[in-house]
Protein backbone atom coordinates (compact mmCIF):
# COMPACT_ATOMS: atom_id res chain seq x y z
CA UNK A 1 0.00 0.00 0.00
CA UNK A 2 0.90 3.73 -0.38
CA UNK A 3 3.72 4.83 2.08
CA UNK A 4 1.39 7.42 2.47
CA UNK A 5 -2.03 6.93 3.64
CA UNK A 6 -3.29 10.23 3.29
CA UNK A 7 -3.15 10.37 -0.29
CA UNK A 8 -4.65 7.05 -1.18
CA UNK A 9 -8.23 8.71 -1.71
CA UNK A 10 -11.20 6.77 -2.64
CA UNK A 11 -13.99 9.38 -2.61
CA UNK A 12 -14.13 11.68 -6.29
CA UNK A 13 -13.89 15.02 -6.22
CA UNK A 14 -16.75 17.41 -7.35
CA UNK A 15 -17.32 20.97 -6.14
CA UNK A 16 -14.48 20.54 -3.33
CA UNK A 17 -15.87 17.94 -1.60
CA UNK A 18 -15.37 14.19 -1.34
CA UNK A 19 -17.91 12.24 -2.40
CA UNK A 20 -18.96 8.29 -2.42
CA UNK A 21 -20.66 6.78 -5.29
CA UNK A 22 -23.80 4.55 -4.85
CA UNK A 23 -21.87 2.09 -6.50
CA UNK A 24 -17.89 1.31 -6.93
CA UNK A 25 -15.47 -0.61 -8.49
CA UNK A 26 -12.31 -2.15 -7.70
CA UNK A 27 -8.38 -0.53 -8.88
CA UNK A 28 -6.15 -3.40 -8.66
CA UNK A 29 -2.23 -3.97 -8.83
CA UNK A 30 -1.55 -5.49 -12.53
CA UNK A 31 1.94 -7.23 -11.00
CA UNK A 32 -0.90 -9.46 -8.70
CA UNK A 33 -4.20 -8.59 -9.36
CA UNK A 34 -4.90 -7.49 -5.52
CA UNK A 35 -7.49 -5.06 -4.50
CA UNK A 36 -5.64 -1.78 -3.80
CA UNK A 37 -9.25 0.26 -3.49
CA UNK A 38 -12.99 0.82 -4.36
CA UNK A 39 -13.83 4.41 -5.62
CA UNK A 40 -17.16 5.48 -6.79
CA UNK A 41 -18.51 4.53 -10.04
CA UNK A 42 -20.10 7.54 -11.35
CA UNK A 43 -22.05 7.91 -14.33
CA UNK A 44 -23.85 10.74 -16.14
CA UNK A 45 -25.54 12.50 -13.32
CA UNK A 46 -22.36 12.98 -11.74
CA UNK A 47 -20.49 14.03 -14.73
CA UNK A 48 -23.60 17.16 -15.28
CA UNK A 49 -23.18 17.98 -11.80
CA UNK A 50 -19.26 18.17 -12.44
CA UNK A 51 -19.73 20.56 -15.24
CA UNK A 52 -22.11 22.62 -13.03
CA UNK A 53 -19.57 22.86 -10.54
CA UNK A 54 -16.59 23.77 -13.19
CA UNK A 55 -19.58 26.41 -14.93
CA UNK A 56 -19.92 28.07 -10.90
CA UNK A 57 -16.48 28.32 -10.27
CA UNK A 58 -15.42 29.29 -13.78
CA UNK A 59 -16.19 33.35 -13.33
CA UNK A 60 -14.25 33.59 -10.17
CA UNK A 61 -11.19 32.01 -11.18
CA UNK A 62 -10.85 33.73 -14.71
CA UNK A 63 -11.28 36.70 -12.71
CA UNK A 64 -8.19 36.30 -10.26
CA UNK A 65 -4.80 38.15 -11.38
CA UNK A 66 -2.64 35.61 -13.65
CA UNK A 67 -0.03 35.97 -10.49
CA UNK A 68 -2.62 34.72 -7.85
CA UNK A 69 -3.74 31.79 -10.08
CA UNK A 70 0.46 31.14 -10.55
CA UNK A 71 0.86 31.05 -6.92
CA UNK A 72 -1.87 28.44 -6.68
CA UNK A 73 -0.56 26.23 -9.34
CA UNK A 74 3.12 26.87 -7.99
CA UNK A 75 1.92 25.73 -4.44
CA UNK A 76 0.41 22.68 -6.31
CA UNK A 77 3.67 21.60 -7.87
CA UNK A 78 5.32 22.30 -4.12
CA UNK A 79 2.92 20.39 -3.18
CA UNK A 80 3.41 17.11 -5.70
CA UNK A 81 7.18 17.48 -5.00
CA UNK A 82 6.77 17.30 -1.51
CA UNK A 83 5.00 13.29 -1.86
CA UNK A 84 6.90 12.71 -5.01
CA UNK A 85 7.89 9.17 -2.98
CA UNK A 86 4.65 8.20 -2.46
CA UNK A 87 3.15 9.33 -5.33
CA UNK A 88 5.60 7.12 -6.92
CA UNK A 89 4.69 4.12 -5.44
CA UNK A 90 0.85 4.79 -5.24
CA UNK A 91 1.38 4.67 -9.35
CA UNK A 92 3.29 2.11 -9.51
CA UNK A 93 1.16 -0.09 -7.24
CA UNK A 94 -2.07 0.72 -9.46
CA UNK A 95 0.14 0.77 -13.13
CA UNK A 96 2.99 -1.29 -12.72
CA UNK A 97 5.46 0.62 -13.94
CA UNK A 98 8.84 0.30 -12.31
CA UNK A 99 9.57 2.60 -9.34
CA UNK A 100 12.15 4.62 -10.87
CA UNK A 101 9.88 5.56 -14.09
CA UNK A 102 7.13 6.94 -11.35
CA UNK A 103 9.57 8.78 -9.90
CA UNK A 104 10.61 9.80 -13.44
CA UNK A 105 6.81 10.67 -14.12
CA UNK A 106 5.91 12.50 -10.92
CA UNK A 107 9.22 14.70 -12.13
CA UNK A 108 7.90 15.21 -15.54
CA UNK A 109 3.90 15.71 -14.31
CA UNK A 110 5.35 18.22 -11.77
CA UNK A 111 7.17 20.30 -14.48
CA UNK A 112 4.28 21.01 -16.13
CA UNK A 113 2.59 22.61 -13.07
CA UNK A 114 5.94 24.70 -12.25
CA UNK A 115 6.18 25.51 -16.24
CA UNK A 116 2.42 26.58 -16.67
CA UNK A 117 2.82 28.67 -13.33
CA UNK A 118 5.45 30.49 -14.89
CA UNK A 119 3.30 30.71 -17.98
CA UNK A 120 0.31 32.05 -16.24
CA UNK A 121 2.14 35.78 -15.89
CA UNK A 122 2.73 36.16 -19.75
CA UNK A 123 -0.47 35.58 -21.71
CA UNK A 124 -0.32 38.63 -23.49
CA UNK A 125 -3.29 40.18 -26.13
CA UNK A 126 -2.24 42.25 -28.87
CA UNK A 127 -3.05 45.58 -30.48
CA UNK A 128 -3.02 45.64 -34.14
CA UNK A 129 -2.95 48.92 -36.73
CA UNK A 130 -6.54 49.66 -37.11
CA UNK A 131 -8.34 49.85 -40.78
CA UNK A 132 -9.57 53.76 -40.50
CA UNK A 133 -7.94 56.64 -39.00
CA UNK A 134 -10.71 57.08 -36.21
CA UNK A 135 -10.62 52.76 -35.14
CA UNK A 136 -8.07 50.52 -33.10
CA UNK A 137 -8.10 47.09 -33.30
CA UNK A 138 -7.52 45.10 -29.66
CA UNK A 139 -6.95 41.13 -29.45
CA UNK A 140 -8.01 39.97 -26.26
CA UNK A 141 -6.73 36.04 -25.29
CA UNK A 142 -9.43 34.45 -22.85
CA UNK A 143 -10.10 31.72 -21.48
CA UNK A 144 -11.92 29.05 -23.31
CA UNK A 145 -14.54 28.11 -20.38
CA UNK A 146 -15.07 24.59 -18.66
CA UNK A 147 -12.13 21.92 -19.92
CA UNK A 148 -13.14 18.25 -19.75
CA UNK A 149 -9.85 16.03 -19.56
CA UNK A 150 -10.20 12.56 -20.35
CA UNK A 151 -6.73 10.94 -19.66
CA UNK A 152 -5.48 7.39 -19.92
CA UNK A 153 -4.12 5.16 -17.91
CA UNK A 154 -0.24 4.55 -19.09
CA UNK A 155 1.04 7.86 -17.63
CA UNK A 156 -1.66 8.08 -14.42
CA UNK A 157 -0.37 11.82 -13.23
CA UNK A 158 1.32 13.59 -16.55
CA UNK A 159 -1.48 12.95 -18.51
CA UNK A 160 -3.67 15.07 -16.28
CA UNK A 161 -1.21 18.18 -15.38
CA UNK A 162 -0.53 18.11 -18.82
CA UNK A 163 -3.60 19.42 -19.81
CA UNK A 164 -5.10 20.88 -16.29
CA UNK A 165 -1.90 22.86 -15.66
CA UNK A 166 -1.92 24.97 -18.93
CA UNK A 167 -5.84 25.04 -18.34
CA UNK A 168 -5.79 26.23 -14.93
CA UNK A 169 -2.99 28.72 -15.50
CA UNK A 170 -4.78 30.78 -18.48
CA UNK A 171 -8.41 30.65 -15.76
CA UNK A 172 -10.13 27.94 -16.86
CA UNK A 173 -12.23 25.70 -14.86
CA UNK A 174 -11.52 21.22 -14.97
CA UNK A 175 -13.47 17.91 -15.15
CA UNK A 176 -10.79 15.63 -15.40
CA UNK A 177 -12.07 11.57 -15.91
CA UNK A 178 -9.13 9.59 -15.46
CA UNK A 179 -8.64 6.18 -16.83
CA UNK A 180 -10.85 3.50 -14.78
CA UNK A 181 -7.45 1.25 -14.34
CA UNK A 182 -5.70 4.27 -12.63
CA UNK A 183 -7.97 6.76 -10.83
CA UNK A 184 -6.13 6.80 -7.46
CA UNK A 185 -2.50 9.03 -8.94
CA UNK A 186 -5.97 11.24 -10.12
CA UNK A 187 -7.12 11.72 -7.01
CA UNK A 188 -3.94 12.18 -4.90
CA UNK A 189 -3.23 15.23 -7.42
CA UNK A 190 -6.42 16.27 -6.32
CA UNK A 191 -5.74 16.10 -2.42
CA UNK A 192 -2.63 17.76 -3.00
CA UNK A 193 -4.17 20.84 -5.19
CA UNK A 194 -6.85 21.18 -2.56
CA UNK A 195 -3.66 21.49 0.19
CA UNK A 196 -2.32 23.72 -1.97
CA UNK A 197 -5.64 25.89 -1.85
CA UNK A 198 -7.15 25.57 -4.97
CA UNK A 199 -10.77 26.87 -4.90
CA UNK A 200 -13.61 24.27 -4.72
CA UNK A 201 -15.19 23.21 -8.17
CA UNK A 202 -12.14 24.76 -10.72
CA UNK A 203 -10.77 21.30 -10.39
CA UNK A 204 -12.97 18.51 -10.74
CA UNK A 205 -12.21 14.62 -10.99
CA UNK A 206 -14.65 11.64 -11.46
CA UNK A 207 -14.15 8.44 -11.47
CA UNK A 208 -15.74 6.07 -13.79
CA UNK A 209 -16.04 2.68 -14.78
CA UNK A 210 -17.69 3.13 -17.94
CA UNK A 211 -15.41 6.00 -19.41
CA UNK A 212 -18.43 5.44 -22.29
CA UNK A 213 -21.25 6.74 -20.38
CA UNK A 214 -19.12 9.87 -18.62
CA UNK A 215 -17.14 10.93 -22.11
CA UNK A 216 -20.89 11.25 -23.54
CA UNK A 217 -21.74 13.69 -21.22
CA UNK A 218 -18.42 15.36 -21.38
CA UNK A 219 -18.39 15.73 -25.49
CA UNK A 220 -22.13 16.87 -25.50
CA UNK A 221 -22.67 19.15 -22.62
CA UNK A 222 -23.25 22.91 -24.06
CA UNK A 223 -21.12 23.96 -20.76
CA UNK A 224 -18.01 22.33 -21.92
CA UNK A 225 -16.17 24.30 -24.01
CA UNK A 226 -13.27 22.26 -24.67
CA UNK A 227 -12.20 18.21 -24.67
CA UNK A 228 -8.64 17.45 -24.09
CA UNK A 229 -8.26 13.57 -24.78
CA UNK A 230 -4.96 11.12 -24.48
CA UNK A 231 -6.00 7.97 -25.60
CA UNK A 232 -6.61 5.10 -28.68
CA UNK A 233 -7.57 6.58 -31.84
CA UNK A 234 -11.09 4.60 -31.86
CA UNK A 235 -12.75 6.31 -28.86
CA UNK A 236 -10.90 9.75 -29.87
CA UNK A 237 -12.77 9.87 -33.02
CA UNK A 238 -16.06 9.10 -31.08
CA UNK A 239 -15.22 12.00 -29.47
CA UNK A 240 -14.41 13.98 -31.70
CA UNK A 241 -17.79 13.15 -33.51
CA UNK A 242 -19.54 14.00 -30.65
CA UNK A 243 -18.07 17.33 -30.01
CA UNK A 244 -19.18 18.72 -33.41
CA UNK A 245 -22.80 18.36 -32.32
CA UNK A 246 -21.91 21.72 -29.84
CA UNK A 247 -19.23 22.86 -32.07
CA UNK A 248 -16.95 22.04 -29.17
CA UNK A 249 -12.84 22.74 -29.17
CA UNK A 250 -11.05 19.39 -29.30
CA UNK A 251 -7.35 18.63 -28.35
CA UNK A 252 -6.57 14.82 -29.42
CA UNK A 253 -3.36 12.96 -28.28
CA UNK A 254 -4.13 9.78 -30.26
CA UNK A 255 -2.42 6.76 -31.08
CA UNK A 256 0.69 6.10 -33.05
CA UNK A 257 3.25 4.14 -35.09
CA UNK A 258 6.61 5.39 -33.93
CA UNK A 259 9.49 4.33 -36.73
CA UNK A 260 13.10 4.08 -35.18
CA UNK A 261 15.29 4.46 -38.42
CA UNK A 262 19.01 3.37 -37.81
CA UNK A 263 21.16 4.38 -41.05
CA UNK A 264 24.60 3.21 -41.72
CA UNK A 265 26.44 6.21 -40.36
CA UNK A 266 24.93 5.84 -37.10
CA UNK A 267 26.77 5.65 -33.79
CA UNK A 268 25.47 2.19 -32.93
CA UNK A 269 25.79 1.59 -29.14
CA UNK A 270 23.82 5.15 -28.83
CA UNK A 271 21.10 4.18 -31.08
CA UNK A 272 20.85 0.44 -29.30
CA UNK A 273 20.41 2.90 -25.55
CA UNK A 274 18.01 4.72 -27.77
CA UNK A 275 16.01 1.77 -28.78
CA UNK A 276 15.92 0.46 -25.67
CA UNK A 277 14.53 3.83 -24.16
CA UNK A 278 12.23 4.00 -26.90
CA UNK A 279 10.81 0.99 -27.24
CA UNK A 280 10.94 -0.93 -23.87
CA UNK A 281 10.03 2.50 -21.44
CA UNK A 282 6.70 1.35 -19.24
CA UNK A 283 6.95 -2.00 -21.12
CA UNK A 284 6.36 -0.40 -24.67
CA UNK A 285 2.99 0.65 -23.42
CA UNK A 286 3.82 4.86 -24.66
CA UNK A 287 1.93 6.33 -27.75
CA UNK A 288 5.82 7.43 -28.64
CA UNK A 289 7.36 4.28 -27.86
CA UNK A 290 8.95 2.69 -31.20
CA UNK A 291 6.22 0.32 -32.99
CA UNK A 292 8.85 -0.60 -35.44
CA UNK A 293 12.91 -0.40 -36.53
CA UNK A 294 14.00 0.65 -39.53
CA UNK A 295 17.98 -0.83 -40.30
CA UNK A 296 19.84 0.23 -43.00
CA UNK A 297 21.74 -3.37 -44.75
CA UNK A 298 25.11 -2.20 -43.98
CA UNK A 299 24.40 -2.21 -40.30
CA UNK A 300 21.86 -4.10 -40.05
CA UNK A 301 22.86 -7.86 -38.65
CA UNK A 302 24.98 -6.14 -36.08
CA UNK A 303 22.33 -3.48 -34.82
CA UNK A 304 20.11 -6.31 -34.07
CA UNK A 305 23.22 -8.29 -32.06
CA UNK A 306 23.53 -5.38 -30.05
CA UNK A 307 19.38 -4.78 -29.57
CA UNK A 308 19.01 -8.48 -28.55
CA UNK A 309 21.75 -8.72 -26.37
CA UNK A 310 20.97 -6.20 -24.33
CA UNK A 311 17.18 -6.64 -24.49
CA UNK A 312 17.83 -10.36 -23.26
CA UNK A 313 19.12 -8.53 -19.84
CA UNK A 314 16.12 -6.32 -19.14
CA UNK A 315 14.74 -7.77 -15.84
CA UNK A 316 11.22 -7.88 -15.49
CA UNK A 317 9.15 -8.29 -12.39
CA UNK A 318 7.12 -6.08 -10.14
CA UNK A 319 7.49 -2.82 -10.00
CA UNK A 320 8.49 -2.11 -6.73
CA UNK A 321 10.92 -4.90 -6.65
CA UNK A 322 14.89 -3.40 -7.14
CA UNK A 323 16.60 -3.31 -10.65
CA UNK A 324 13.40 -4.35 -12.22
CA UNK A 325 13.20 -2.31 -15.65
CA UNK A 326 10.07 -3.92 -17.18
CA UNK A 327 6.82 -4.31 -15.07
CA UNK A 328 3.58 -5.90 -15.81
CA UNK A 329 1.59 -5.21 -19.28
CA UNK A 330 -1.32 -3.36 -17.52
CA UNK A 331 -3.99 -6.46 -18.19
CA UNK A 332 -4.63 -9.32 -20.08
CA UNK A 333 -6.29 -8.02 -23.40
CA UNK A 334 -2.49 -6.37 -23.87
CA UNK A 335 -1.03 -9.23 -23.28
CA UNK A 336 -3.05 -11.02 -26.01
CA UNK A 337 -2.77 -8.41 -28.32
CA UNK A 338 1.08 -8.27 -28.45
CA UNK A 339 1.04 -12.21 -28.89
CA UNK A 340 -1.38 -11.78 -31.82
CA UNK A 341 1.38 -9.60 -33.65
CA UNK A 342 3.90 -11.81 -32.46
CA UNK A 343 2.32 -15.28 -33.71
CA UNK A 344 1.33 -12.94 -36.48
CA UNK A 345 4.87 -12.14 -37.66
CA UNK A 346 6.18 -15.29 -37.08
CA UNK A 347 3.66 -16.97 -39.44
CA UNK A 348 4.55 -14.74 -41.98
CA UNK A 349 8.30 -15.26 -42.13
CA UNK A 350 9.17 -13.50 -39.23
CA UNK A 351 12.02 -15.00 -37.14
CA UNK A 352 12.43 -14.65 -33.57
CA UNK A 353 15.64 -13.43 -32.47
CA UNK A 354 14.23 -13.52 -28.42
CA UNK A 355 11.76 -13.23 -26.02
CA UNK A 356 8.20 -14.00 -27.11
CA UNK A 357 5.60 -15.25 -25.07
CA UNK A 358 4.43 -14.49 -21.35
CA UNK A 359 6.55 -14.45 -18.97
CA UNK A 360 7.21 -17.33 -16.49
CA UNK A 361 6.42 -14.99 -13.48
CA UNK A 362 2.79 -15.51 -14.99
CA UNK A 363 -0.25 -12.78 -14.83
CA UNK A 364 0.40 -10.22 -17.39
CA UNK A 365 4.54 -10.07 -17.79
CA UNK A 366 5.76 -10.75 -20.69
CA UNK A 367 9.58 -11.34 -22.20
CA UNK A 368 10.43 -8.21 -24.11
CA UNK A 369 10.82 -9.60 -27.81
CA UNK A 370 12.92 -8.95 -30.52
CA UNK A 371 11.59 -10.12 -34.14
CA UNK A 372 13.86 -9.91 -37.19
CA UNK A 373 12.86 -10.32 -40.98
CA UNK A 374 9.78 -8.09 -40.58
CA UNK A 375 7.62 -7.04 -43.80
CA UNK A 376 5.15 -4.66 -44.38
CA UNK A 377 2.43 -7.59 -44.66
CA UNK A 378 2.51 -8.02 -40.90
CA UNK A 379 0.19 -6.21 -38.30
CA UNK A 380 3.36 -4.90 -36.44
CA UNK A 381 3.49 -2.77 -39.48
CA UNK A 382 0.05 -1.15 -39.56
CA UNK A 383 -1.08 -1.46 -35.84
CA UNK A 384 0.28 -0.43 -32.46
CA UNK A 385 1.45 -2.67 -30.61
CA UNK A 386 1.51 -1.03 -27.08
CA UNK A 387 3.62 -3.91 -25.87
CA UNK A 388 7.14 -4.95 -25.13
CA UNK A 389 7.92 -6.34 -28.85
CA UNK A 390 10.57 -4.80 -31.49
CA UNK A 391 9.83 -5.75 -34.95
CA UNK A 392 12.98 -5.38 -36.93
CA UNK A 393 12.92 -4.42 -41.00
CA UNK A 394 15.52 -4.11 -43.20
CA UNK A 395 15.48 -1.12 -45.75
CA UNK A 396 18.55 -0.15 -48.72
CA UNK A 397 17.81 3.49 -49.62
CA UNK A 398 16.96 6.58 -47.23
CA UNK A 399 14.16 7.66 -50.14
CA UNK A 400 12.67 3.70 -48.85
CA UNK A 401 13.20 4.49 -45.17
CA UNK A 402 11.01 7.63 -45.35
CA UNK A 403 8.68 5.77 -47.34
CA UNK A 404 8.42 2.97 -45.05
CA UNK A 405 8.17 5.18 -42.31
CA UNK A 406 5.74 7.26 -43.68
CA UNK A 407 3.38 4.56 -44.59
CA UNK A 408 0.96 4.41 -41.92
CA UNK A 409 -2.18 6.63 -40.71
CA UNK A 410 -0.09 7.71 -37.84
CA UNK A 411 2.02 10.79 -37.39
CA UNK A 412 3.32 11.07 -33.66
CA UNK A 413 6.58 10.26 -32.60
CA UNK A 414 9.74 9.25 -34.97
CA UNK A 415 12.99 8.52 -34.03
CA UNK A 416 15.93 7.99 -36.21
CA UNK A 417 20.04 7.97 -35.58
CA UNK A 418 22.39 9.13 -38.18
CA UNK A 419 25.55 11.52 -38.41
CA UNK A 420 25.59 12.79 -41.90
CA UNK A 421 24.43 16.22 -41.19
CA UNK A 422 22.58 16.17 -44.96
CA UNK A 423 20.99 13.18 -44.07
CA UNK A 424 19.25 14.63 -40.74
CA UNK A 425 17.88 17.74 -42.27
CA UNK A 426 16.34 15.73 -45.43
CA UNK A 427 15.11 13.43 -43.03
CA UNK A 428 13.87 15.19 -40.31
CA UNK A 429 11.86 17.25 -42.97
CA UNK A 430 10.84 14.22 -44.70
CA UNK A 431 9.18 12.11 -41.70
CA UNK A 432 5.24 12.98 -41.55
CA UNK A 433 5.34 13.39 -37.65
CA UNK A 434 3.80 15.97 -35.36
CA UNK A 435 7.76 14.92 -33.09
CA UNK A 436 11.18 13.82 -34.48
CA UNK A 437 13.87 12.82 -32.18
CA UNK A 438 17.33 13.21 -34.00
CA UNK A 439 20.21 10.77 -32.27
CA UNK A 440 17.67 10.53 -29.27
CA UNK A 441 15.62 8.15 -27.35
CA UNK A 442 13.27 10.15 -25.55
CA UNK A 443 11.94 13.26 -26.50
CA UNK A 444 9.10 14.66 -23.77
CA UNK A 445 9.60 17.51 -21.90
CA UNK A 446 7.09 20.62 -20.68
CA UNK A 447 8.96 23.27 -23.01
CA UNK A 448 8.42 21.18 -26.17
CA UNK A 449 4.67 21.26 -28.06
CA UNK A 450 3.93 17.76 -27.85
CA UNK A 451 1.55 15.89 -30.37
CA UNK A 452 0.73 14.71 -33.78
CA UNK A 453 -0.29 14.75 -37.54
CA UNK A 454 -2.66 13.01 -39.49
CA UNK A 455 -4.79 10.17 -37.23
CA UNK A 456 -2.20 11.00 -34.24
CA UNK A 457 -4.33 13.74 -33.04
CA UNK A 458 -4.93 17.63 -33.16
CA UNK A 459 -3.17 19.83 -30.96
CA UNK A 460 -0.55 20.24 -28.99
CA UNK A 461 0.31 20.23 -25.27
CA UNK A 462 3.82 21.41 -23.56
CA UNK A 463 5.20 25.00 -24.25
CA UNK A 464 3.71 28.16 -24.76
CA UNK A 465 1.25 26.11 -27.44
CA UNK A 466 -0.44 24.20 -25.29
CA UNK A 467 -1.46 26.97 -23.03
CA UNK A 468 -2.71 28.95 -26.64
CA UNK A 469 -5.08 25.87 -26.69
CA UNK A 470 -7.17 26.83 -23.79
CA UNK A 471 -7.95 30.21 -24.96
CA UNK A 472 -10.32 32.39 -27.11
CA UNK A 473 -8.92 35.05 -29.19
CA UNK A 474 -11.37 38.32 -29.09
CA UNK A 475 -11.03 40.92 -31.30
CA UNK A 476 -12.19 44.40 -30.19
CA UNK A 477 -12.82 47.35 -32.30
CA UNK A 478 -13.00 50.51 -30.76
CA UNK A 479 -14.31 53.04 -33.52
CA UNK A 480 -15.29 56.88 -33.06
CA UNK A 481 -11.89 57.81 -32.09
P1 LIG B 1 -6.44 3.00 -23.80
O1 LIG B 1 -6.24 2.05 -24.94
O2 LIG B 1 -5.26 3.84 -23.47
O3 LIG B 1 -7.14 2.43 -22.62
P2 LIG B 1 -8.87 4.41 -24.33
O4 LIG B 1 -9.06 5.34 -25.45
O5 LIG B 1 -9.70 3.20 -24.24
O6 LIG B 1 -7.34 4.10 -24.42
O7 LIG B 1 -8.99 5.14 -22.94
C1 LIG B 1 -8.55 6.45 -22.70
C2 LIG B 1 -9.56 7.17 -21.86
O8 LIG B 1 -10.78 7.24 -22.59
C3 LIG B 1 -9.91 6.47 -20.55
O9 LIG B 1 -10.10 7.47 -19.56
C4 LIG B 1 -11.20 5.78 -20.87
O10 LIG B 1 -12.02 5.56 -19.75
C5 LIG B 1 -11.86 6.77 -21.79
N1 LIG B 1 -12.89 6.21 -22.67
C6 LIG B 1 -13.00 4.95 -23.14
N2 LIG B 1 -14.07 4.83 -23.96
C7 LIG B 1 -14.64 6.06 -24.02
C8 LIG B 1 -15.76 6.63 -24.72
N3 LIG B 1 -16.51 5.90 -25.53
N4 LIG B 1 -16.04 7.94 -24.54
C9 LIG B 1 -15.25 8.69 -23.75
N5 LIG B 1 -14.20 8.23 -23.07
C10 LIG B 1 -13.88 6.94 -23.20
Same mark, same amino acid.
Given at each position: ??????????????????????? @???? *????????????????????????????? =???????????????? %??????? !???????????????????????????????????????????????????????????????? !???????????????? !?????????????????????????????????????????????? !?????????????? *?????????? @??????????????????????????????????????????????????????????????????????????????????????????????????? %??????????? *????????????????????????????????????????????????? %??????? *????????????????????????????????????????? =?????????????????????????????????????????????
Amino acid at each position: MASSPELLMDKAYIDGQWREGAR @TFAV *TNPANGEELARVPDMGAEEAREAVAAAER =AFPAWRKKTAKERANL %LRRWFEE !IMAHQEDLARLMTLEQGKPLAESRGEVGYGASFVEFYAEEAKRVAGETLPGHGVDKRILVFREP !IGVVAAITPWNFPLAM !ITRKCAPALAVGCSVVVKPAEATPLTALALAKLAEDAGLPAGVLNV !ITASRGAEVGEVLS *TDPRVRKISF @TGSTAVGKKLLAQCAGTVKKASMELGGNAPFIVFDDADLDAAVEGALASKYRNSGQTCVCTNRFLVQDGIHDTFLEKLAARVKELKVGSGLEEGVVQGP %LINQAAVEKVQ *THIDDALEKGGRLVCGGRPHDLGGTFFEPTVIAEVNDTMRVAREETFGP %LAPVFRF *TTDEEAIALANATEFGLAAYFYARDYRRIWHVSEGLEYGMV =AVNEGILSTELAPFGGVKESGLGREGSRHGLEEFTELKYVCIGGL
